[in-house]
């Protein structure tokens, strides 16, 4: 049987209230009885021992205890004594003279007797001769459990003397553990029924912000736009009490944040792709309708536009392979070993000619180091497709006459390259966008028709991710965009297991 929250939660507090109840409780109760039996046995056991001394000292002068066998007056004596009663002598008193009147005097009110000690054992005694016939005390049944102790003068024994086990507790002692007991019971009953409410309350607090989470994740699970659950600690929220489930509502809230902003950023996608594969698309079909009217011949120079646009279209469905391939964790990468100072430099001076066609000078400044070769575990064609893809967006966008400046250094195990250019340059608000899938700049970076699919920083950023480095963008100090990509030399392979949504 299933049980919402609540409820199981009731019952687990309910139950462990009861049971360290029960438990205390049971202990208390049994330590309690314990204990006063305990207290009536050492009280039997003292007035016994002095019973037995006051035996002694009596028996002293008459070791055939005959002054005892039969005679009540000396047992009740006794047992006056040993309650400490003062006794009152039962031979007469001389009386007092006359005063000088001739009066008798006032005859004087005997003081009051001293109260017995509780728990008088006059009833249980019974004392035996050295033959184990019966001297005094009240005769009691053979099957009773008692204490024998032996009444001696002179180290020989004279008498015995048997206590019996004083039977369960009766008048004031047993209304005294009644009354102990019941106010236990109530104590226990009243205890649970607290737990019994904190309960209900606790759980109710804990499972009305579970259920909004409930409801608010299956209306998020059918897609409805904007849900939100009200933070704990604003007007109409509930608070649970329990930071866990508070910041769990702060996060649903934010992860309900992030899936709006992916599903613009996945329709926008889509949008940007279909515009991107429909330009070249269209010219491709044009340029073929007009071939199929006969108002175009094939010649050389159409059938080279033709493939322009071909290879332009190529490019572009290249670039998204390399990036859905690299979001899904598997962008292959062959890591060999090589020299990174003899590659880079080889990679970068391959646009210097290009740059100079373009009204610009690309300048190649490797570090300084006293090793002239750099030992890299890399695959050198993905840092290659890297570097040709910063360098052709700093190509692409560089007004002439300008500068690109290719420079990088090693510090530790970490190779860091630049790619920087003069103006235009980037705005702050553009700098986190610029590695974001078909993102383009405003047309002010932009040179007369250069234009790209807004893919290769990001494909720049998923071979960085690749070989376990970073890429970043900043202001350049030449007042263009400065792209700085940071590559460990002997990076660890990435694990590239599918990653499952």
Known sequence: MRLRIAHQLSLLLTAAVVLAVLAVGGVSLWSLRSGFGDYLRLRDEEQLTRFVQLLERRAATDPSMDWLRGNRAAQRDLMDELSGRLLQPRTGRPEEPPDERGEPPPRRRPPPPRPAVAGNIADRIVVRDVHGDWLAGRRQPPHLARTVRAVQVNGADVAFVELVAEPEPEGIDA???????????????????????????????????LRQLQLATHRIARGEPGVRIAVPGT?????????????????VNAMVVALAKLEDSRRHWIAQISHELRTPLAVLRGEMESIEDGARQPTPTVMASLREEVAQLTRLVDDLHTLAVADLGQLPCHFTAGDAHSELTRMARRFETRASQLGLVLSVQPGVTAIPVIPAQWDFGRIEQLLSNLLENSLRYT???????????TQGDTMHLTVEDSAPGVTAAQLDQLFDPLFRVDSARTRTGQHGSGLGLSIVRAIAQAHRGMVAASASRFGGLAIQVSLPLQPRPLDHSPRHS
């Open 235 to 251: 007007p109409g929220a509930s608070r649970s009490g329990a930071m866990e489930i508070d910041e769990l509502v702060t996060d």
């Open 175 to 209: 209304r005294f553990l009644q009354r102990q007991t019941r106010g236990m019971l109530i104590t226990a009953l009243s205890t649970i029924a607290i737990a019994l409410l904190a309960a209900w309350w606790v759980a109710g607090r804990w499972s009305r912000p």
């Open 399 to 409: 007004r002439a006459p300008g500068q690109v400046n290719v420079h990088w250094r």
